[in-house]
């Protein structure tokens, strides 16, 4: 009789990838196992956003903490629009929230109770896959043993590999919650993105571009943070910083009370698909969900988690499947081919937009949030069939202005090979 495991699966990490996925195993009857580094109810360090509608579509409004109607983009005067259009702003007409965290974590949690999931605190270090078994050491040498292995501890993974290397575009953020001399946004207003850059000097405009993500918490509390979409290298938080602060100077706003400082948050946003092929699956961040336009990725592990776990269960099934083939099954239904497509073009766009000076991102986005709210919406949230996706690109680049256009179509770096990736999605290494 050959040894076989107690655990149908191990799942690494106790962030939302990890809950998504454990919650969604847990409704398949199967026997989970949690490991991670942390405590699984330690609070988590980041504020979700995501849009109304998509959170509606998901039955879960109830776990937001915030939700806007009035949701404005600035992009200033772009180089169609008259100078006096300069604060003029976009207005999305979609809702936009921030889930309460602690709610949302204890939503997956209580999935997982009621299924019984068992959890253990422990860092994996090692990990020994044979035909019917993967081995999992932690570095206090405890060894758990499941059918298949999850690994979803975040942006730099413990076992997965990727499909490829290359630099990562990584979006980085300052923020400050607190109060201000005078609202900084309007009343009950939320700013997607406000890209007006009068505050700085002409040398300053020619570096890489950084916006303002703003939002009315209410009582008085504002939420201000200053981003940059994605670079590699990354834009440093001294600079975010130091333009978050003159910004707020040539307003005359001043910081009344700090509540709270967002230090350097950093989030990797083109991560490369990981090798679709090897034995263990992933989930979250580590298996590259992040959407790489808007770095969202609540919206896309609620939606996927439940197929992913029901063709895990499946593959399950039959005793004598191994690891690698159940992992086999889960990589083919969290990253089929047209998702994997998009994913190609969601990159290559995220390349060109790298690229972009401030004056042709202001373009970029005024023509792309003219599109109609379904598809600038459904392209935010990936919910967009691969033909309505090229559709929505194929109409943003008839509309764009020249700069924008000629911006979009010089081929440089890795774009051949994601527009390969694109036309013919690639599995192997
Ligand atoms: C600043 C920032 C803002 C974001 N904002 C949004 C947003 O508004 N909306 C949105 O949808 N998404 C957002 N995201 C993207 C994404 O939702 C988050 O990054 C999310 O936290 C990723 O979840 P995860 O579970 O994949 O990884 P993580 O949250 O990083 O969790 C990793 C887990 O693995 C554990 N772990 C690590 N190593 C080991 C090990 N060796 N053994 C055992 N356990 C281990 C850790 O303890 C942790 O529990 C944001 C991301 C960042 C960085």
Same mark, same amino acid.
């Given at each position: ?16 990838? $990890? ?5 969604? %195993?847990? &409704?398949? &009857? ?44 600035? !992009? ?7 100078? *006096? ?13 921030? !889930? ?14 009621? *299924? *019984? ?6 860092? $994996?270090?090692? %990990? ?12 206090? =040498?405890?060894?758990? #043993? ?18 490829? +290397? ?11 919650? =607190? ?103 992933? !989930? =979250?961040?580590?298996?590259? @969900? ?6 969202? @990725? ?11 776990? #029901? ?8 005793? +004598? ?30 390349? #060109? ?15 792309? !949030? *003219? ?21 929505? @690109? ?16 010089? @081929? ?18």
């Amino acid at each position: 009789m050959r040894n076989r495991a107690s655990i149908d699966v191990l799942v690494l990490g106790a962030g939302p990838g $990890a809950l998504a996925i454990t919650a969604a %195993l847990g &409704k398949e &009857k199967l026997r989970v196992e949690v490991l991670s580094s942390n405590d699984h109810k330690a609070p988590w360090p980041y504020t979700y956003g995501i849009w109304g509608e998509e959170v509606d579509e998901l039955g879960l409004q109830d776990l937001l903490e915030h939700r806007w109607k009035n949701t404005v983009s600035f !992009f200033g005067a772009g180089s169609a629009q008259p100078r *006096a259009d300069e604060n003029k702003p976009t207005k999305h007409g979609c809702d936009y929230g921030l !889930f309460d965290k602690r709610k949302l974590q204890h939503y997956w949690i209580k999935q997982c109770e009621e *299924a *019984a999931v068992k959890w253990h605190r422990g860092i $994996a270090h090692n %990990l020994e896959i044979d035909d019917l078994i993967c081995t999992v050491t932690t570095t206090e =040498g405890i060894k758990f #043993k499941a059918r298949l292995l999850i690994d979803a501890t975040g942006y730099e993974p413990v076992f997965l590999k990727a499909s490829k +290397n290359w630099p990562i575009a990584i979006q980085t953020c300052y923020g400050v919650v =607190g109060r201000f001399n005078t609202p900084p946004v309007e009343e009950g207003q939320f700013v997607l993105m406000d890209y007006r850059c009068d505050h700085l000097s002409p040398e300053e405009k020619e570096k890489p571009p950084t916006f303002l993500y703003a939002m009315d918490l209410g009582n008085g509390r504002f939420f201000l943070e200053e981003t940059s979409l994605g670079l590699s290298p990354p834009v440093t938080l001294e600079t975010l910083q130091s333009r978050l602060k003159r910004r707020l100077a040539h307003r005359n706003l001043e910081i009344t009370a700090l509540e709270h400082e967002e230090l350097g948050l950093y989030l990797p946003m083109n991560m490369p698909l990981p090798d679709l092929q090897q034995p263990v699956l992933g !989930f =979250g961040g580590a298996a590259a @969900m992040v959407h790489p336009a808007s770095g969202y @990725m609540v919206g896309g592990l609620l939606r996927r988690s439940p197929t992913v776990a #029901k063709v895990i269960a499946k593959a399950l099934f039959d005793p +004598n499947a191994s690891p690698a083939a159940i992992a086999s099954k889960g990589w083919a239904a969290l990253w089929p081919p047209e998702l994997r497509r998009k994913q190609a073009l969601y990159q290559f766009g995220l390349e #060109k937009l790298m690229r972009f000076e401030e004056s042709q991102l202001r373009d970029f986005f005024i023509g792309f !949030f *003219a599109l109609p709210s379904k598809q600038w919406y459904g392209f935010l949230t990936n919910t967009l069939s691969l033909s309505d996706l090229v559709k929505a @690109m194929w109409i943003m680049f008839l509309k764009a202005p020249w700069n924008v256009r000629w911006g979009l179509m010089g @081929m440089q770096g890795r774009e051949l090979y994601l527009l390969w990736q694109f036309l013919r999605p690639q599995i192997k290494k």
